[in-house]
């Protein structure tokens, strides 16, 4: 092997393990050959989070509850916040959108470490989303993941309009169009409205591409250890409801 091969070589076994130990740092070891779970080897920072999926579901729609109802619980983030430098074990990830209306830590009245969040106009799944969830997954032991929509949403009626248009919009915003189009072709003809038919939509097909990202988070779902669940947010009252 030649000494550049053979440098190049080196040093990609160095960011692999590299990477390996960023990625377990204060949780969980994590096997890069295959979508292995090890259990912790500490206790975690907030063991009231260690639930199972369907018991994290019901947190949420608690929290929605006290949220809509205006009775929000008083959160100490001051005395949280030491046990929160040794690590993280969110009880639930959310993939939100990224309009300033919707905050999924006060929809579902938490505190810090409850949630693992990504954010993006559209909610749609990213690969770098998808990537994130799979840290959640596999060395949080998050399990449940909400992929989370809203009415009214900006970047799904843009899409609308220019598919309908057949307008080419400026900037990097044909990426938005890209991801969100299958969803609003998948909605066409349907009774009802449009816009709200393709929100729907663009939530159902992003849940069932999570499902089936392989080999980490499609593992994870196929064993029971997460689920996987879509769901809107009202802008009027700030309930969130289940998609079917």
């Given at each position: 092997?030649?000494?550049?091969?053979?440098?190049?070589?080196?040093?990609?076994?160095?960011?692999?393990?590299g990477?390996?130990k960023?990625?377990?740092?204060?949780?969980?070891?994590?096997?890069?050959?295959?979508?292995?779970?090890a259990?912790?080897?500490?206790?975690?920072?907030?063991?009231?989070?260690?639930?199972?999926?369907?018991e994290?579901?019901?947190?949420l729609?608690?929290?929605?509850?006290?949220?809509?109802?205006?009775?929000?619980?008083?959160h100490?983030?001051?005395?949280?916040?030491?046990?929160?430098?040794?690590?993280?074990?969110?009880?639930?990830?959310?993939?939100?959108?990224?309009?300033?209306?919707?905050?999924?830590?006060?929809?579902?009245?938490?505190?810090?470490?409850?949630?693992?969040?990504?954010?993006?106009?559209?909610?749609?799944a990213?690969?770098?989303?998808?990537?994130?969830?799979?840290?959640?997954?596999?060395?949080?032991?998050?399990?449940?993941?909400?992929?989370?929509?809203?009415?009214?949403?900006?970047?799904?009626?843009?899409?609308?309009k220019?598919?309908?248009?057949?307008?080419?919009?400026?900037?990097?915003?044909?990426?938005?169009?890209?991801?969100?189009?299958?969803?609003?072709?998948?909605?066409e003809?349907k009774?009802?409205?449009?816009?709200?038919?393709?929100?729907?939509?663009?939530?159902?097909?992003?849940?069932?591409?999570?499902?089936?990202?392989?080999?980490?988070?499609?593992?994870?779902?196929?064993?029971?250890?997460?689920?996987?669940?879509?769901?809107?947010?009202?802008?009027?009252?700030?309930?969130?409801?289940?998609v079917?």
């Amino acid at each position: 092997m030649c000494e550049f091969c053979e440098s190049q070589n080196v040093s990609h076994t160095f960011s692999r393990r590299g990477l390996v130990k960023a990625l377990g740092a204060g949780a969980v070891g994590f096997a890069v050959a295959g979508p292995a779970f090890a259990k912790p080897t500490k206790a975690p920072p907030k063991p009231q989070n260690v639930v199972s999926p369907d018991e994290a579901l019901d947190l949420l729609k608690a929290g929605n509850a006290r949220y809509v109802a205006g009775i929000a619980k008083r959160h100490d983030f001051k005395h949280e916040r030491e046990p929160l430098t040794l690590g993280q074990n969110p009880y639930a990830a959310i993939l939100s959108c990224a309009d300033s209306r919707i905050a999924p830590e006060y929809a579902f009245d938490t505190a810090r470490g409850d949630l693992f969040v990504c954010r993006v106009a559209g909610n749609f799944a990213t690969d770098e989303n998808v990537a994130s969830f799979e840290y959640a997954v596999a060395i949080l032991n998050t399990p449940l993941i909400m992929v989370l929509g809203h009415d009214a949403c900006g970047a799904v009626d843009a899409t609308i309009k220019s598919l309908k248009d057949n307008e080419i919009l400026p900037g990097h915003l044909p990426s938005l169009v890209a991801a969100i189009a299958p969803a609003v072709k998948a909605s066409e003809g349907k009774a009802g409205d449009p816009l709200a038919n393709a929100i729907r939509e663009n939530v159902i097909l992003t849940v069932q591409k999570l499902k089936s990202a392989t080999p980490i988070i499609s593992a994870a779902v196929e064993k029971g250890k997460i689920r996987i669940v879509g769901a809107t947010y009202r802008l009027a009252d700030g309930h969130v409801e289940l998609v079917a």
